[in-house]
């Protein structure tokens, strides 16, 4: 029950260039879309979200992308640095009740950005 | 800047027995949300909670796994009989008011002999 896709296990990009990160979702209830980077042996660290009544989101080098009818969103990072290199998660939630908004999670794109 | 903290890193145990992971979440959240990952797959999602109770739960969520917020600050899962299978990542999370954001802390590593 993939829910949440990202179809890209790994992704190599040059320093200074635009990294781009793909998710789809099934779920037409999914209202929220989250990024997550994430170190080896470390949690998850927010990176950005955007709400479904939003089709643009932009957090310094980070842009996220929202296609609703299309059900999937992009993460943009321009320029790649090293310190980007890390496993990116798309995660989507919907709020069952007065906030409670469990996260499903794609099974994540490794990047490497290349010096 | 406040950060979700959890304890140990890494504990093992022996099949069968009790395991207590402790988490403190950041002092304004109301939510708190358990999560876990078994090596090389996803981040699932294990439990939700508020206001002292679970608001929501899994199907991994079984008789085998509670949870409590035995004071203000504290907020631990208890997996009770611990298998194999249990042997993961576990990460704890949490959310502020007026917002679905969650934040993770570091994970508390899991292994079961």
């Known amino acids: 029950d993939q829910q949440v896709k990202q179809n890209s296990p790994s992704l190599s990009v040059q320093e200074g260039r635009i990294s781009i990160l793909n998710c789809d979702y099934t779920n037409s209830m999914f209202d929220y879309f989250l990024w997550y980077k994430k170190y080896p042996a470390e949690g998850p660290t927010f990176l950005i979200s955007?709400?479904?009544?939003?089709d643009k989101n932009e957090d310094g080098r980070f842009t996220v992308f929202l296609n609703k009818s299309a059900k999937h969103l992009s993460l943009h990072i321009v320029p790649s640095q090293p310190g980007d290199s890390a496993v990116y998660f798309c995660a989507a939630s919907y709020d069952r009740n007065s906030g409670n908004t469990p996260l499903v999670f794609g099974k994540g794109t490794r990047l490497s950005v290349i010096a | 800047e406040p950060e979700v903290t959890q304890t140990p890193s890494h504990q093992v145990t022996q099949m069968g027995q009790e395991v207590i992971l402790r988490c403190v979440p950041i002092s304004n959240h109301l939510y708190f949300y358990w999560y876990r990952q078994i090596l090389g797959q996803k981040v699932e999602f294990l439990v939700s909670?508020?206001?002292?109770?679970?608001?929501?739960k899994s199907e991994i969520f079984d008789d085998q796994f509670s949870v409590e917020r035995p004071d203000g600050s504290n907020f631990t899962l208890k997996i009770r009989s611990t298998k194999l299978e249990d042997s993961a990542m576990y990460f704890c999370?949490?959310?502020?008011?007026?917002?679905?954001?969650?934040?993770f802390g570091p994970g508390t590593r899991l292994t079961v002999l």
């Open positions: 955007i709400s479904s009544i939003k």
């Open positions: 909670f508020y206001n002292n109770e679970i608001s929501e």
């Open positions: 999370a949490s959310s502020p008011p007026a917002t679905d954001t969650q934040y």
